[in-house]
């Protein structure tokens, strides 16, 4: 054997990978996460959004029989909303708290508005999201 008897970095390396390991899985954690919601297929959109730290996610999802709609996972009607975002805003979570409003692709434009005014009108802020794989052929479809 040619190491000496006591070699330092080799009882060191084991500690290093650790390090190594912890640093990866914090930096990398937060796109291992994922959000709470209602899959859907949302229209195309040149815009990322950045990540928030409090967020309630409603999704508008169109099916044969109309829209539903999604607060989180459960379903809900508006009056259902409506009440759970007021009591939401009772317990102060208006001014710390985004809502995302994810629609299908297909949803109606004014179905996606009077949901958006009533989470507006009860003091949330709002952001509505889309898929981030259609921007060029949106470009093309604005230009036409």
């Known amino acids: ?18 390090f190594a390991l912890l640093w990866m899985f914090h930096f990398a954690g937060a796109s291992l996460t994922s959000q709470a ?9 040149r815009f990322q959004l950045e990540r ?8 508008l999802v169109t099916a044969d029989s109309g829209a539903r709609i999604y607060l989180g996972r459960e379903l809900v009607d508006m009056a259902t909303l409506e009440s759970r975002l007021e009591s939401l ?3 102060g979570a208006a001014s710390r708290t ?26 949330f802020r709002l952001a509505l999201t889309g898929s981030n794989d259609g921007g060029a052929e ?7």
């Open 1 to 18: 054997m040619s190491l000496p008897e006591r070699p330092a970095l080799l009882h060191a390396l084991p500690v290093v990978n650790l």
């Open 37 to 45: 919601g209602v899959t859907v297929d949302p229209p195309p959109s």
């Open 52 to 59: 928030f730290r409090e967020t309630l996610v409603v999704t």
């Open 89 to 91: 805003r009772e317990q």
């Open 98 to 123: 985004i809502v995302l409003l994810q629609c299908d692709a297909d949803a109606q434009v004014g179905t996606e508005r009077e949901v958006g005014e009533l989470i507006l009108g009860k003091g």
């Open 138 to 144: 949106s470009k093309n479809a604005i230009s036409k």
